[in-house]
């Protein structure tokens, strides 16, 4: 199964999913950016990879506007070499409007973990020798204020069957990837590689999350990211 097999199968799995208040509005960028999300897989989704860096859904300036994981515009752009048409959600919440590539805002997230790709490596290519960086969840959930809410805090009824999909997904893409990591960007994307992920021979690990809501992430992330992955037992350049 190829990995665009995988997203087309995770679509219709999600397709149905109703969620209710305080979630007001759900964003899919792998339907109104695909066209992003499959040049991203095309340029750097080829062979195997050593480590996977999971992620937990989009944020409203980074995927949300790219449809790249973490996708903060900038970087994207100049980095990655992407830049490609983007649609606009069904029902796109006033406060967290999608401008794809022409979007002003920065995510942070996305600008420290990318940025430390790109100073650490010589160029994407040579990062995505070894890594690639995915979402567990390609939805993200906005309550009327605009505020995130996080897949954790959903209702548990309308949680399971978003998890049963993603955990299916993200099965399937390991098999596919074949790496010997997979770090979850956070607890919660550690909690569910290890749920998902059971009798698949794969090293199973987190960093800490690059939001500035995490206070550890703002004391240095590149620094600390680094000493986290070299604590696993992986060489950096």
Same mark, same amino acid.
Request: hydrophobic share 35%; aromatic share 8%; with cysteine.
């Given at each position: 199964?190829?990995?665009?097999?995988? &997203?087309?199968?995770?679509? /219709?799995?999600?397709?149905? =999913?109703?969620?209710?208040?305080? &979630?007001?509005?759900?964003?899919?960028?792998?339907?109104?950016?695909?066209?992003?999300?499959?040049?991203?897989?095309?340029?750097?989704?080829?062979?195997?990879?050593?480590?996977?860096?999971?992620?937990?859904?989009?944020?409203? +300036?980074?995927?949300?506007?790219?449809?790249?994981?973490?996708?903060? #515009?900038?970087? #994207?752009? @100049? +980095?990655?070499?992407?830049?490609?048409?983007?649609g606009i959600?069904?029902?796109?919440?006033?406060? /967290?409007?999608?401008?794809?590539? =022409?979007?002003?805002?920065?995510?942070?997230? $996305?600008?420290?973990?990318? $940025?430390?790709?790109?100073?650490?490596?010589a160029s994407?290519?040579?990062?995505?020798? *070894?890594?690639? #960086?995915?979402?567990?969840?390609?939805?993200?959930?906005?309550? @009327?204020?605009?505020?995130?809410?996080?897949?954790?805090?959903?209702?548990?009824?309308?949680?399971?069957?978003?998890?049963?999909?993603?955990?299916?997904?993200? *099965?399937?893409?390991?098999?596919?990837?074949?790496?010997?990591?997979?770090?979850?960007?956070?607890?919660?994307?550690?909690?569910?590689?290890?749920?998902?992920?059971?009798?698949i021979d794969?090293?199973?690990?987190?960093?800490?999350?690059?939001?500035?809501?995490?206070?550890?992430?703002?004391?240095? +992330?590149? &620094?600390?990211?680094?000493?986290?992955?070299?604590?696993?037992? &992986?060489?950096?350049?």
């Amino acid at each position: 199964m190829s990995l665009q097999e995988i &997203i087309d199968d995770l679509l /219709r799995d999600l397709k149905d =999913l109703r969620f209710s208040d305080p &979630i007001t509005h759900v964003y899919n960028p792998l339907e109104y950016a695909r066209e992003s999300y499959d040049r991203y897989l095309a340029q750097y989704a080829n062979g195997p990879k050593e480590i996977v860096l999971l992620g937990m859904n989009p944020g409203p +300036w980074g995927m949300a506007q790219t449809g790249i994981p973490f996708g903060e #515009v900038n970087l #994207v752009k @100049e +980095w990655l070499g992407i830049e490609t048409h983007v649609g606009i959600p069904k029902r796109a919440h006033p406060k /967290r409007p999608v401008h794809g590539f =022409l979007c002003q805002r920065s995510e942070v997230s $996305g600008k420290r973990l990318w $940025g430390w790709a790109k100073e650490r490596f010589a160029s994407p290519d040579q990062f995505f020798k *070894r890594f690639l #960086v995915l979402n567990y969840c390609p939805l993200i959930f906005m309550e @009327e204020s605009g505020r995130n809410r996080t897949p954790n805090n959903i209702k548990n009824a309308e949680l399971k069957p978003l998890l049963n999909a993603c955990d299916r997904a993200l *099965r399937n893409t390991i098999e596919r990837l074949q790496p010997l990591y997979v770090l979850g960007v956070g607890t919660f994307a550690e909690q569910r590689a290890n749920t998902a992920l059971t009798g698949i021979d794969v090293t199973i690990g987190r960093i800490t999350h690059p939001s500035p809501a995490n206070p550890k992430a703002n004391r240095g +992330w590149s &620094i600390l990211v680094e000493k986290e992955i070299k604590e696993l037992g &992986i060489g950096l350049p």
